[in-house]
């Protein structure tokens, strides 16, 4: 079973950037589909990024054109590239990963990390 944990998050203004990492250990990610989920205080967890292991990327409207997943299998590690954040962005980010890009879509998973804070201030 995969271990992950995620990194990178912090506090940042409207219109700022930030990357976020999920370091997987236990497995290789090569064939797995990964996603950055997000909790937002008194808000059911929401996908905002997914990736096939073919590479193939998914975005909802919210965030599509500003958020960028990306996968580096040689390190065994996913990112979360978010530009242009608002502070709608704000949040809990979480990643998690399944051989089937289904269950990530629609984050059908047992157990999650503690993720990292995202905080944009306006």
């Known amino acids: 079973q995969v271990q992950l944990v995620e990194s990178g998050g912090g506090s940042v203004q409207a219109g700022g950037s930030l990357r976020l990492s999920c370091a997987a250990s236990?497995?290789?990610?090569?064939?797995?589909?990964m996603g950055w989920f997000r909790q937002a205080p008194g808000k059911e967890r929401e996908l905002v990024a997914a990736i096939s292991w073919p590479g193939i990327p998914y975005y909802p409207d919210s965030v599509k054109g500003r958020f960028t997943i990306s996968r580096d299998n040689a390190k065994n590690t996913a990112y979360l590239i978010m530009n242009s954040l608002k502070p709608e962005d704000t949040a809990v980010y979480y990643c998690n990963a399944d051989p089937n890009y289904s269950t990530v879509l629609a984050a059908r998973f047992d157990s999650w990390g503690q993720g990292t804070q995202v905080t944009v201030s306006s």
């Open positions: 236990g497995r290789t990610i090569s064939r797995l589909a």
